[in-house]
């Protein structure tokens, strides 16, 4: 039984280990109805993990996980477009699977696109004929057009260039808005983690250990660029995210 009733989903003193290594153990989360949640830490502390298992991609060596929902979505790090079928064939890619006529799927698929900023006409064209950008937008549309209840983002915006990542952020939180579904979304940047999440969750390197939770004060979507600039600036003096600014620091040196 669900061991928080209104949940979508609870992890419950999760633990997992690769090749007999830990990565981490005693992880426990409880995401609601229409929360996003950003997991934070270092490269290597075990976010990826921790989604897969949530998503039910790997089976977790220890503790349990409850899901209370219908559908969830995967929006990863690459595209992972089918490169032979078309950009509304990919958006639909999920509809067609679960046996949605053409037509209503076809209307879908280009409802979404629209939603994520692609051009009716990029609808015919193949993965190849995308920009990186654009390959990233389709990515999240194909996830919106199954109707998740929940959604799973592991580093989707890390490859695209900065001024694209807003809009693609934002794109994500007018979504989530309308759609209301929950969902977690692992980044190593505190700042994406701001803009889009109502709660963050900070991961350590040394044993993937939880080292802090707090809410982040305003709705997303309602935080502006000076709002996130000055929460990320004030946290940034706080041990609890030295290793994460520490990472940061050593990938741009
Ligand atoms: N399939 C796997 N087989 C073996 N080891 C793995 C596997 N997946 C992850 N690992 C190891 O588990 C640890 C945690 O990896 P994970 O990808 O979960 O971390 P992460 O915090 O998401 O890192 P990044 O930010 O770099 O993506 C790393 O040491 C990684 O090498």
Redesign the pocket.
């Known amino acids: 039984m669900m061991p928080h009733e209104k949940a979508k989903l609870v992890l419950q003193d999760v633990g997992h280990s ?2 007999g ?1 830990t ?1 981490f153990e005693g992880f426990d989360l409880v995401l609601r109805p229409g929360e996003v949640v950003a997991l934070v ?12 298992i949530a998503a039910g991609l ?1 089976e977790p060596l220890r503790g349990r996980v409850y899901r209370n929902y219908r559908r969830h979505a995967v929006v990863f ?1 690459e595209p992972r477009l089918l490169p032979w079928l078309t950009t509304r064939d990919n958006i639909a890619y999920g509809l067609k699977v679960s046996g949605c006529a053409a037509s209503r799927r076809h209307a879908i698929a280009a409802a979404r696109a629209l939603e994520v900023g692609l051009d009716p006409e990029d609808l015919t064209k193949y993965p190849v004929e995308l920009s990186g950008g654009m390959r990233q937008r389709a990515a999240v549309a194909r996830a919106l057009a199954v109707e998740p209840d929940v959604v799973f983002f ?2 989707p915006f890390t490859a695209v260039d900065v001024g694209l990542r807003r809009v693609l952020q934002d794109l994500v939180i007018a979504a989530a808005a309308r759609a209301h579904f929950s969902a977690l979304f ?1 980044t ?1 940047d505190l700042a994406e983690a701001v803009r889009v999440a109502h709660r963050l969750i900070v ?1 350590s390197a040394i044993d ?1 250990r939880v080292v802090d939770q707090r809410i982040i004060a305003g709705e997303p979507g309602t935080r502006d660029n000076r709002a996130i600039f000055d929460i990320v600036e004030s946290w940034s003096h706080e041990a609890v995210f030295a290793e994460l600014f520490d990472a940061d620091r050593r990938v741009s040196a």
């Open positions: 690769w090749l290594r990565v830490g270092p490269s290597g502390c075990g976010k990826t993990t921790i989604l897969q790997v790090q592991d580093e692992v190593h991961l993937g």
